[in-house]
């Protein structure tokens, strides 16, 4: 009985150490997306692309 609640506890532990390896592969930003994404709001933030004479 006792190794069996090992086995379960071994098996639980397991899954939820590679769901975690695998959540954080799936959400990992590469350094490009990030750099993309810093060009894009510096390009969207500009006073340079701002409309004049709203607001």
Known sequence: MIEL????ILFI?????LSII???Y???R???DIAIE???NEVLNSEKYRVK???
């Open 26 to 28: 799936i959400t990992r």
């Open 30 to 32: 590469s350094k490009e």
């Open 5 to 8: 609640f090992n086995n379960k």
């Open 53 to 55: 004479g709203q607001f």
């Open 22 to 24: 695998v959540y954080k």
């Open 38 to 40: 810093n060009e894009y």
């Open 13 to 17: 532990a397991g899954i939820s150490l």
